[in-house]
């Protein structure tokens, strides 16, 4: 290894890079994951438990022992049960007599900051008692002395232009209050804004802490019984043991989380594995047959074959622990650079800088495993070497061998089979008895197996049958020219350097393929039935019942309310327009249709019969907002473009005013016109009018007659994807007899909401929202666009494949110096080598994207056919596709034919045998 310096860096390097990857990975994935004194310190600080009222006495409540937010009831036939009641109003009732408490409620407040109305998190409670420190510590200032000081986060002076003395207002009680001091929450990033108070009048979760108080399992259980669950410090240090009658025994806190982890890093070690063994066995080639005389004496003064492969084998092993601790100590380094770019200023984000040591200490001995697996085929065609050839210096081509191409090209054709075989059972499964098979038939899982397994053996075959390949690629680039013939030649001649070298190109890209046309055909499936809450860029406002207590329709004045709400909600967002959409209001909240008002009237569009599904054949429909039960919408004419999304013509418009529809979905069109009628709303609960949906069975209630029925003009417009199908202004609402009330607001905004901004929305929307009616807060992004997520895999798929050629051709000419050194001599010129590295590159890489295409794709093609026209292949990015099998190869040569090839040294040519 050391005469052999180069060629040892760069096998080491190959081992080095992934290995420091899989290091990086693994220290930042286990530095998100507690331990248990780091869950404790931030929960509970340097009090002893909390405890909160979360079910009903006595009805069996139980907890998991260190995740309190796991509970629930008993289980029956599977099936939680959920009793009747209330939780306990305090908990500190089902604790011993004169034990100590500190509640604590953690919520939301609105306050007046220096840019204007926020909502920001807030903690109501003596939470700067020193036994807090951990979970809330006191930064400067003072605690507060009085009801009406409060502390704020450092980021809060600078939101609220303030400094430590200066007053805040919050918005809900319009109280001020006086900053003494910043204090920060362990869960609290550096930069954002919350507030700690001591009001009594903060709306959210609260929490009662125990300073002194330990409990151990065994209270908690108690605790249990009252509806009451706890965090305890002695509980989550030392756990107890699950059994099979514990209702919590299928909870797995953060161990779910590690095996993911650690399942994306085998299969992440896996492939890493394969291109590594790939690309240093062709480096270990190389080194191999530069190493083939002084092997040859050895082995002509009593070496034996095994003796040499050892020394080949054990040079893998070697490099494979070098490689395996220098990638450690960059991936290290690498985790801790990427903890301080990252790190947000909580405690929670990292939870502390965690050295999976077990885990490092097999991603060493894998990186020697690998090692020494590269060297295996090298050390193993030296032990077959002719030591009087060796020793001759005579460097005869490789000749392929009948049994591989065989063999490669049966498991090809099986792989090509078993893919399209398994495509058309699995579609025959589905259009025969996919619902009627048993949950672990084995029809279930071979056919899925089949369509991903059939392009592996693809791979393979093609991978067994390489040395054949290129030795007939070689006979038909022959014909093109001298440069074509002789890089050909030299790819076939040394194909235990050609043949690893694409393999592990094309590995790379049958990965990003499948990954490619598989995501491209789910997300088409998805943006096909995307689900708009409004226009793109939208910001809309809808209004439920809340579930506090019985749950009644929204009324006529509430509804009034609550457009008022959201109206104030959307101008704080930064509206620039807005309009309100009315509708009837749902009968389906009533108990029964006794409950329905008598007078109450519904009339809806009928879609005509012609385009009802039925259910005897069609399991669902696809929802994708446009509701069909209720699908008239009133609007007015000002807000239009706004709730829509698009201009209309004046012509439209104005036959809008005059009594038109809009339709967004011409089905319910016919001669120019949609059918509206009107039933009962009485009928309209039992079911007895069109559901514009499904044909109506045998077994349901008979329709009833409308009251009356009448066509309206009806004008089409293009706006398909957006949550309204008809249209009508409020004139025309009033001249049908509609009873209607606000059922969402719809604003556009100057500019698009970032995160923050929508979380914040989201927090308004909460304040805003009432005991009878919630507000529901939209803001709609569209569908993901395929280049957020193809760009990335295009990307990274592309370094890996300039890697992997990168180091295949400089193997290459490295390994031609000596055949440079005597085509120089014999009148080959400096561009004639620069177009042999032009063919080069093209065959390898070629080779390489071409073959992991064409396997690539067949999974997706496969599982396109069984998705019974879910998934369309049109949507996979054909063109990205090429241009990645065929671009992408033209690039990797043309940069091989601009970097000039090294000038040859004359005095190493030697005799061609």
Request: hydrophobic share 50%; charged share 15%; aromatic share 8%.
């Amino acid at each position: 290894m050391r005469r052999t310096v180069s060629s040892s860096i760069l096998i080491a390097t190959l081992i080095a890079l992934p290995i420091a990857g899989m290091a990086a990975f693994s220290v930042v994935v286990w530095s998100t994951v507690s331990t248990p004194e780091e869950s404790v310190r931030a929960e509970l600080g340097q009090m002893e438990a909390w405890v909160q009222p979360v079910g009903v006495p006595d009805a069996g409540f139980w907890q998991s022992p260190t995740e309190p937010g796991w509970n629930g009831y008993p289980f029956q036939n599977d099936q939680m049960t959920m009793p009747e009641g209330d939780p306990l109003p305090d908990p500190v009732t089902a604790l011993p007599s004169g034990t100590e408490a500190i509640a604590v409620t953690e919520g939301q407040v609105r306050a007046e900051t220096a840019t204007g109305l926020a909502s920001l998190p807030a903690w109501d409670g003596e939470v700067w008692d020193s036994r807090f420190q951990g979970r809330f510590d006191l930064v400067d200032g003072r605690i507060p002395a009085a009801a009406d000081e409060i502390l704020v986060t450092p980021a809060g002076l600078e939101r609220f232009g303030i400094t430590i003395g200066d007053d805040i207002e919050l918005d809900a009680s319009s109280a001020t209050f006086t900053v003494v001091g910043t204090m920060t929450a362990v869960s609290t990033p550096s930069t954002q804004t919350a507030l700690f108070l001591q009001s009594d009048t903060l709306t959210g979760a609260t929490k009662w802490f125990l300073p002194d108080d330990a409990l151990s399992w065994g209270d908690v259980q108690a605790l249990n019984e009252q509806g009451v669950v706890a965090y305890s410090r002695e509980v989550v240090l030392d756990p107890p043991q699950a059994t099979e009658s514990d209702d919590w025994v299928t909870f797995s806190s953060g161990d779910g989380a590690v095996q993911g982890y650690v399942m994306m890093l085998g299969a992440a070690g896996l492939f890493a594995a394969y291109v590594v063994v790939m690309l240093a066995g062709a480096a270990f080639s190389v080194a191999a047959r530069r190493q083939q005389r002084s092997l040859a004496v050895a082995a002509s003064v009593g070496a034996t074959g095994a003796d040499l492969r050892r020394t080949i084998v054990l040079q893998g092993t070697v490099l494979g622990a070098a490689g395996g601790v220098i990638g450690l100590a960059l991936g290290v380094g690498l985790a801790a650079l990427v903890m301080w770019l990252t790190d947000d200023g909580s405690g929670t984000r990292y939870w502390g800088f965690h050295a999976p040591w077990a885990v490092l200490a097999c991603i060493l001995i894998f990186s020697v495993l690998v090692g020494t697996a590269s060297a295996a085929i090298p050390a193993r065609s030296v032990a077959r070497s002719d030591t009087l050839s060796a020793l001759r210096g005579a460097r005869r081509p490789q000749t392929p061998q009948a049994s591989r191409p065989i063999w490669g090209s049966i498991i090809l054709v099986v792989g090509v089979g078993l893919t399209i075989l398994s495509a058309l059972a699995m579609a025959s499964i589905n259009a025969i008895a996919y619902t009627e098979l048993a949950a672990d038939s084995p029809l279930r899982v071979i056919p899925p197996s089949g369509i991903v397994i059939g392009p592996i053996l693809v791979q393979i075959g093609i991978l067994l049958s390489g040395r054949w390949l290129l030795w007939l690629a070689s006979r038909v680039l022959s014909r093109i020219g001298l440069a074509a013939r002789l890089a050909s030649r030299d790819a076939a001649a040394n194909a235990s350097r050609t043949v690893p070298a694409f393999a592990a190109i094309g590995a790379t890209v049958f990965i990003a393929v499948f990954a490619i046309s598989q995501s491209a055909m789910q997300m088409g499936n998805s943006n096909r039935n995307w689900f708009y809450q409004g226009p793109v860029g939208s910001l809309s406002v809808e209004f439920y019942p809340n579930g506090n207590g019985i749950v009644m329709p929204v009324n006529a004045e509430q509804a009034d309310d609550a457009a008022d709400a959201a109206l104030e909600l959307v101008t704080d967002a930064g509206a620039t327009s807005v309009g309100v959409i009315r509708s009837q209001s749902d009968t389906g909240y009533y108990s029964s249709p006794q409950d329905v008002p008598a007078e109450d009237h519904w009339i809806i569009a009928v879609m005509p019969e012609e385009y009802l599904i039925d259910p005897t054949t069609e399991m669902s429909y696809r929802y994708t907002g446009q509701w069909p039960m209720n699908p008239i919408s009133v609007v007015e004419p000002g807000a239009l473009s706004t709730v829509l999304g698009i201009d209309l013509s004046p012509a439209q418009l104005s036959a809008f005013r005059s009594g038109s529809a809009l339709v967004a979905d011409e089905r319910w069109v016919t001669d120019d016109t949609i059918d509206v009628a009107s039933w009962t709303a009485r009928e309209s609960y039992e079911g007895r009018v069109p559901d514009n949906v499904w044909q109506r069975q045998p077994e349901q209630p008979p329709a009833a007659e409308p009251q009356w029925q009448q066509a309206i003009d009806a004008i089409v417009i293009d706006a398909s994807d957006q949550p309204l199908a008809i249209v009508i202004s409020p004139e025309t609402a009033d001249r049908l007899g509609m009873v209607i009330q606000p059922v969402k607001v719809m604003a556009a905004l100057a500019h698009p909401l970032e995160i923050d901004d929508v979380d914040r929305v989201y927090s308004h929307a909460t304040l805003l929202s009432t005991s009878d009616v919630a507000l529901s807060p939209s803001y709609e992004r569209g569908p993901s666009d395929d280049m957020f997520w193809m760009f990335p895999i295009l990307i990274g798929v592309a370094v890996l494949v300039l890697g992997a050629s990168a180091v295949a051709l400089g193997l290459a000419r490295f390994e031609r110096r000596p055949d440079d050194a005597t085509l120089t001599a014999v009148g080959g010129t400096p561009g004639l080598r620069r177009r042999i590295g032009f063919w080069q590159g093209l065959i390898i890489a070629g080779f390489g994207t071409i073959a992991g295409a064409a396997a690539g794709v067949l999974p997706p093609i496969g599982f396109a056919i069984q998705s019974r026209g879910d998934l369309v292949v049109s949507d996979v990015p054909w063109l990205a596709l090429a241009a990645l099998a065929f671009a992408l190869p033209l690039l990797i040569a043309a940069v091989s034919w601009l970097i000039p090839p090294r000038t040859p040294e004359l005095t190493r040519r030697t005799v061609i045998a």
